[in-house]
Nanobody, 121 residues
Framework: QVQLVESGGGLVQAGGSLRLSCAVS????????MGWFRQAPGKEREFVAA???????IYKDSVKGRFTISRDTAKNTVYLQMNSLKPEDTAVYYC???????????????WGQGTQVTVSS
């Protein structure tokens, strides 16, 4: 079993930065692909970024150049550095782990409880 715990969300002004962290417990962290998704009120959960077990990365087009996903195998933690935040980035952000490297929400097996990110204009 894999458990994910996100932290680092909060309220920030437009143009500001936040770093989300996701602590992963359980076995074989290094063999899982990791992802970040987000869900705004009234909208479906959407892909933000993913990192493969070997370090490959993919991003949603609207966050390219602003967000960076990374993982620290020694700490069993995955990060999402978010810069130049915009009001439209406001959402609950979820960390996820799975055996398939994908942008599809259906490809991931384990989910955290989510952390709220609010960007004020």
């Amino acid at each position: 079993q894999v458990q994910l715990v996100e932290s680092g969300g909060g309220l920030v002004q437009a143009g500001g930065s936040l770093r989300l962290s996701c602590a992963v417990s359980g076995r074989a962290f290094s063999s899982y692909h990791m992802g970040w998704f987000r869900q705004a009120p009234g909208k479906e959960r959407e892909f933000v970024a993913a990192i493969s077990w070997s370090g490959g990365k993919i991003y949603k087009d609207s966050v390219k150049g602003r967000f960076t996903i990374s993982r620290d195998t020694a700490k069993n933690t995955v990060y999402l550095q978010m810069n130049s935040l915009k009001p439209e980035d406001t959402a609950v952000y979820y960390c996820t782990a799975g055996r398939t490297y994908s942008i599809s929400v259906r490809s991931y097996d384990y989910w955290g409880q989510g952390t709220q990110v609010t960007v004020s204009s």
